[in-house]
């Protein structure tokens, strides 16, 4: 199967060509670096030629209302020009309950691209995940100040980009679900103490202080960023990642 893969070259595309490859299939990465701009629409056609499968890992570079013009840009021109190309199946990466975020403008974003891929016309897939634990030291300088940083209680379910990768990668290898999967880490904890945790574990000397108005995820409201009932568990603990 050949597996153009745009977006392939950062932290979860790289990992997913890696995972087709290994499994015998043809990945092509394509990025900006490769001459592939989903925004203008340059070089897609070319990227997404004798293409069986499309997957679209690129992501908006900033986390305010512009993202939503990223995302209608970047799936109107990747689904237009896979059509074109004949492709079987269109996998995006998504973010598990982000539907039930209104208040964060890059969430609102993403359940913008699961529509537009859903009405478009190219057969799907869908794959949210719970938040990355390669993210977590970037949510604590979110709100650091000194030698504190504040954390509200916001439960979340982090998974490791590497079991990610190897879903996006199944999923990608199978046949169109139509639907979502999701996917998320085996343990859930309030993000106050994955920054304890994760703190404690680099020796860094700042303390966590709770504080259930504190950053982005404050917005979050209880415990939608969790795994469904019907979510795929990957293996990875975040204190065994951490280690």
């Known amino acids: 199967m050949r597996v153009a893969v745009i977006g392939g070259t950062g932290l979860i595309g790289s990992r997913v060509v890696g995972d087709l490859r290994a499994a015998g299939h043809d990945a092509v990465p394509h990025s900006l670096s490769t001459g592939v701009d989903v925004v203008s629409g340059r070089g897609l056609a070319e990227a997404v030629a004798g293409a069986d499968t499309v997957v679209n890992l690129t992501n908006s570079p900033a986390f305010d209302e512009s993202s939503a013009s990223f995302f209608q840009a970047s799936m109107d021109n990747a689904l237009a020009a896979s059509d074109k190309a ?21 969430y609102r974003a993403k359940v913008l691209q699961e529509r537009v891929l859903e009405a478009g016309p190219v057969p799907y897939s869908i794959v949210r995940a719970t938040q990355f634990m390669e993210f977590i030291d970037a949510v604590l300088s979110w709100t650091a100040d000194g030698d504190t940083v504040r954390l509200p209680r916001t439960p979340l379910q982090p998974i490791a980009a590497a079991d990610v990768a190897r ?10 679900l139509n639907g979502i999967v999701n996917v998320a880490g085996p343990g859930v904890h309030p993000l106050d103490e994955l920054g304890r945790i994760t703190l404690d574990s680099a020796d860094d000397g700042r303390s966590v202080v709770t504080d259930d108005r504190a950053g982005l995820f404050s917005a979050v409201p209880g415990d939608v960023l969790t795994a469904p009932g019907d979510a795929r568990i990957a293996p990875t603990a975040y204190a065994d990642w951490l280690s």
Not at 88 to 101: D, W
């Open 167 to 176: 879903f996006v990668a199944e999923v990608a290898a199978g046949e169109p």
């Open 86 to 106: 004949g492709v079987r199946h269109f996998v995006i990466l998504s973010i598990v309950g982000a539907e039930k975020v209104p208040d964060l403008a890059y």
